[in-house]
């Protein structure tokens, strides 16, 4: 034996010498291949017969490993040393140890046999946790006893389970019991599955039905038996199709390769029944009774069946080589056409189906795994090899595309169908040899679980779903300053206070390149902007620099130079790109003092420079915070965005502090306007100023000063909103946040506008205004602005931009142009939200949504309220609210075509979510990639407990219900009652007439209807929303009746006179 186990460790290591050998070999190719394409980018490379190529590089790779690689492996390392030229592989670093190995085995996907002794894989490179295995040990078998079947029921979210030996059992979405039965009959078990439609098992042993209805009382029957059956059976599956709720169709197989069809109505329960004694709580149902097609489909057991709704075909396996196995749809069951035959050597033991790769997989004594095109029968696409035992058992997990497979050795398989490569071996120890063809296997594919049974029930979690809830996300190790979007290329830019610069695949979540000190080493990157196009990039620096980027490759274009002051003044907080092409660049900025400048750039010259400023503080009026300006249209020639202005106004005036304020310097954030007819610039303050530059009617307004320090008046971010109704809508926005989304340096450039006008039609340069009180300004604008009277007749109907604004005291406000507050909104979440921080729209501007402090991200539609703004029915509705952060958030955007939203926080993480259910994707920097057609496995981060909440309408929140009153004596009724003669009263029973008249007299009170609101739902009831709130249209005084109203009169009129203990007047003066 020790000789044996020596040889065998020699070749070992003789293979992992040559497999070194050759890796070194490989090594030494790819270095020729950087260098050899590094100088033909450079066109210093003279073309030789050692010129590598593509088919170069292929043959020689496969002559050095063999069939070890595949032709995915090969191109996707040539495509990654290519579009990486400059980034040196990491394992080519190390040419020793078990690292090297590692990464050679992971890149190549290279994996030995199934017992040579492989170290175990870390849980970064897993599939499924092993080691947070969960088992059920509940009683579900009985002594020297396994499980047989396990289905589950995802629309009921029911686990059901059979034993060999009769037990079944129904578990909760918890793995809590809630019921279980003992079917005592002498033959076992075979199989399981539930029937949608009639809520009922069905098992099937050796030679009946069983038919459980596992919702039954106690003192009632526990369901059905169908018997007897000619021939044993082996196995049973539901047909899922949903076109008759009070029906079922199962398919059954049995020991002599026939496959059975069995239709079950809720009628046959009551017609069907035998007449024969029932030997136990299950009535008998005799199977001469019922049209059982059948057909013979195979000379040998039929192993396995399965109905694949997604093909409306059934498949059934056995260890025939002939017929092994079979895919067609039912009707061959019946009128005997040709069916689909797949002949595999030895024959199939299991099989499935993967609805995403749209493959077949089966497996069997050969130790194959085969992959079909379901409509190709006579050759397989593929072939996974590594077990050395006997397939059992295989699954399929569809969100990622995974196969698992079971041998009968115990031991578990993890394969990747696309790359057909193998991702992970695992053993199970437990149970006996001889249980092992027993062993069941499913996946929930809904919760990312791998149940398997034997004597207990395990389940296997998914590595990426464990990770995803126990590991804090993180894209940047520091905290992020900059997310923005690059709409053209869907790809994001991500930038932290280190400034690192990273770009990522929006759809997968991959790297696609990153950029370190990008404006010098220790020089902080503060903002960020992308021009509409996509193609280039600009980024702002702490110490006022500015530089332009092509953003494809991440080459530097052109910079600003660094400024001679200090770096704290100069510091870059905000820029929106204005205008991108090859000759010509320009930006617009706001520096930490104030200061808003546009800094352009052209052909001619190496650096950028700056070629408009705006003024750093504007006096403005108490009585009317409105100055206006003297525009020089004449300098829209030099850059063409925004013209010179003077500010005009007396400077006597500054000197009296009572009539006139300062606009603060402490700006946060601002937003830029550019469209057709208007070109506005706004800025929001930390003292709560919002200023309105307005260069179409030459004034600047503040739309809100505080002459005192408020901490809830602050302003975080400041948005225009314009409606549009296509997706062609341009305009430049900054958030507030460091960064702009693509969209955002989308500013159209119209000719013919106002500023065109006041060029051709004024006899100066200069437009003299002056200061005047609110209703002059009014008057002084109709006159000299005709553009004016179109703006403010767009207001009027609604058409005119707003601008939202979000504050300290975590509220959203909308204005007007003209100044006017439209509309507050305080956003509604289970938790304080915290301050506001950043505000963005979609590209429609029909969704609104906001971040906060406290990491909680509202979704607003605001659709019908920018159609009409005026029409005070169009209100904007709050739509959802979730936590993606448990920190700050920083920025965000929303991807329409993709419907997803992606949020960034001081955490250092980049999230992806779902838009309309703020369902977690998952984080950019993760191992795995994004699947954004998946929403159906609820993960959250690791630092996040509460999932979303999507608000509802409020009228559908509450619900009108009458309110039901006592009944009162109406005296009027009474005395008429009393006056006229009756039968009764003839006959002399005085005691009944009375009784008689007093209750026809009873009336309902003569009141308004009365109507309480009661909230049905308690997301939508705040501290007192269970408490019924009555309206009343009048006072209770004015709606009595005559009756009572002449007694309390009475009762008014006589206070001395003694009160009758039976009148209704102490009623009525209570009331």
């Not at 006997?390 to 595309?401: C, P, W």
């Not at 010098?520 to 980024?539: D, F, K, P, S």
């Not at 939200?833 to 963005?840: A, N, Q, R």
């Amino acid at each position: 034996m020790s000789g044996k186990k020596g040889d065998k460790e020699g070749c070992s290591a003789l293979e992992f010498i040559d497999f070194k050998n050759a890796l070194e070999q490989f090594q030494n190719l790819v270095e020729k291949m950087i260098i050899q394409k590094t100088k033909e980018s450079s066109g210093l490379y003279t073309k030789d017969d050692d010129e590598i190529d593509y088919e170069k590089f292929y043959t020689t790779t496969q002559t050095l490993f063999g069939s070890a690689v595949t032709d995915q492996d090969i191109q996707a390392f040539f495509r990654k040393i290519m579009s990486n030229l400059d980034e040196r592989p990491e394992w080519l670093e190390h040419k020793s140890g078990p690292y090297f190995e590692y990464k050679a085995l992971k890149i190549f996907g290279c994996f030995r046999g199934e017992n040579d002794g492989m170290s175990s894989p870390s849980k970064e490179s897993m599939v499924l946790l092993v080691s947070e295995k969960q088992q059920i040990t509940h009683s579900v078998v009985k002594r020297k006893d396994v499980i047989k079947g396990i289905v589950k029921v995802p629309l009921l979210h029911l686990t059901v389970t059979a034993s060999q030996r009769g037990v079944l059992t129904v578990f909760s979405k918890q793995m809590k019991v809630l019921t279980t039965i003992n079917i005592e009959d002498t033959a076992w078990i075979t199989g399981c599955d539930f029937l949608p439609n009639l809520k009922y098992v069905v098992a099937v042993t050796e030679s009946t039905i069983i038919l459980w209805d596992y919702k039954s009382k106690e003192n009632k029957s526990d369901g059905f038996v169908i018997k007897p059956m000619k021939n044993c059976l082996l196995c049973v599956c539901t047909v899922t199709v949903a076109d008759n709720l009070a029906k079922d169709t199962i398919l059954m197989g049995d020991d002599k390769g026939y496959v059975y069809l069995l239709t079950i109505t809720s009628d046959d329960f009551i017609m069907k029944q035998s007449k024969a004694k029932k030997e136990s709580r299950f009535k008998i149902l005799e199977s001469d009774s019922f049209d059982i097609p059948k057909r013979k489909l195979h000379d040998d057991w039929v192993g396995r069946i399965k109905y694949f709704s997604a093909l409306k075909r059934f498949g059934s396996c056995s260890t025939d080589s002939t017929n092994s196995f079979v895919l067609d749809d039912i009707k061959r069951l019946e009128d005997y056409l040709p069916v689909k035959e797949f002949s595999v050597p030895k024959g199939v033991n299991a099989f499935t189906y993967c609805g995403k790769a749209k493959v077949i997989v089966t497996g069997g004594n050969d130790r194959i795994l085969r992959l079909w095109n379901p409509v190709v029968t006579f050759s397989p696409t593929g072939k996974l090899l590594g077990h050395k035992h006997s397939i059992v058992e295989i699954v399929t997990n569809e969100k990622d595309q995974h196969v698992i497979s079971l041998s009968c050795a115990k031991v578990f398989r993890v394969w990747d169908i696309q790359t057909l490569s193998p991702l992970q071996v695992f053993y199970e120890d437990h149970g006996t040899p001889e249980e092992i063809n027993t062993f069941p296997m499913v996946f929930d594919n809904d919760h990312g679980l791998l149940f398997t049974g034997s004597d207990v029930i395990d389940i296997y979690p998914l590595a990426n779903v464990i990770q995803d809830s126990k590991e804090l996300p993180q894209t940047h190790e520091k905290n992020l300053n900059v997310l923005v979007y690059n709409r053209a290329f869907h790809q994001i830019l991500s930038i932290c206070t280190e400034s690192i610069l990273k770009v990522w695949d929006l759809e997968t979540g991959s790297q696609i390149y990153q950029i370190e000190d990008a404006h010098g080493q220790n020089t902080e990157v503060t903002c960020a902007a992308i021009e509409r196009n996509g193609v280039y990039l600009a980024t702002g620096a702490c110490d006022g620099t500015v530089k332009i980027w092509e953003f494809e490759s991440g080459q530097e274009v052109k910079a600003l130079p660094l400024a001679q002051h200090g770096d704290d003044e100069h510091r870059v907080l905000k820029i929106v790109y204005l205008k991108a092409d090859e000759g010509q660049h320009a930006v617009i900025v706001v520096e930490q003092r104030g200061k808003i400048k546009i800094i352009q750039g052209d052909s001619a010259q190496t650096d950028l420079y700056v070629t408009w400023v705006l003024p750093e503080i504007v006096p403005f009026p108490r009585r009317n915070p409105v100055v206006h300006l003297s525009l020089k249209p004449a300098s829209l020639k030099t850059q063409d965005f925004f013209p010179e202005i003077r500010l005009l106004c007396n400077t006597g005036c500054m000197k009296n502090e009572t009539e006139t304020f300062l606009s603060s310097v402490d700006i946060r954030c601002f937003d830029v306007l550019k469209v057709e007819g208007g070109r506005l610039i706004a800025t929001g303050s930390a003292n709560g100023e919002i200023n309105l530059w307005d260069f179409e009617s030459a004034s600047v307004k503040c739309l809100r000063k505080t002459t005192e320090d408020n901490p809830g008046s602050g302003v975080n971010a400041i948005l225009f909103l314009v409606h549009s109704v296509s997706s062609s809508r341009k305009r430049s926005s900054l958030s507030p946040t460091p960064s702009v989304r693509s969209d955002a340096s989308a500013i159209a450039e119209h000719k013919g506008t106002s500023l065109d006008l006041h060029e051709k039609n004024a006899e100066s340069d200069e437009i003299n205004t002056e200061i005047k009180t609110a209703e002059e300004t009014t008057s002084c604008t109709d006159t000299q602005n005709p553009k004016m009277n179109e703006q403010l007749l767009k207001a009027r109907a609604g058409l005119s931009p707003l601008l939202a604004s979000a504050h300290e005291s975590s509220c959203i406000r909308l204005w007007s142009i003209q100044g006017n507050l439209m509309k507050e909104l305080l956003p509604f979440s289970g938790h304080p939200s915290g301050p506001l921080t950043v505000l963005c729209t979609d590209i429609f501007t029909k969704i609104l949504l906001t971040g906060s402090t406290e990491g909680y991200i509202f979704r607003w539609n605001m659709a019908s309220f920018l159609e009409d703004s005026r029409n005070r029915k169009n209100e904007i509705k709050e739509e959802l609210c979730w936590r993606a952060h448990a920190a700050e958030v920083v920025d965000l955007f929303i991807e329409e075509e993709k419907n997803v939203v992606v949020t960034a926080s001081i955490d250092g993480s980049v999230r992806l979510w779902h838009a309309r259910t703020g369902y977690f994707f998952g984080y950019f920097g993760q191992a795995r990639k994004f699947d954004l057609t998946d929403t159906s496995r609820l993960i959250l981060p690791s630092d996040v407990n509460d999932f979303s909440a999507i608000i509802k309408e409020e009228s559908k929140h509450m619900e009108k219900k009458k309110v039901i009153y006592p009944l009162v004596l109406d005296r009027d009724k009474l005395k008429s009652l009393t006056g006229s003669s009756s039968d009764f009263e003839k006959a002399g029973h005085e005691e009944a007439v009375h009784g008689f008249k007093f209750f026809r007299a009873l009336a309902p009170e003569k009141l308004q209807p009365l109507e309480t609101l009661e909230f049905v739902s308690k997301e939508a009831g705040a501290v007192f929303g269970f408490l019924p709130i009555y309206e009343l249209e009048n006072p209770i005084e004015a709606s009595m009746p005559n009756s009572l109203q002449r007694i309390k009169a009475e009762k008014s009129g006589h206070k001395g006179q003694e009160k009758d203990p039976d009148s209704i007047g102490d009623l009525s003066q209570d009331t």
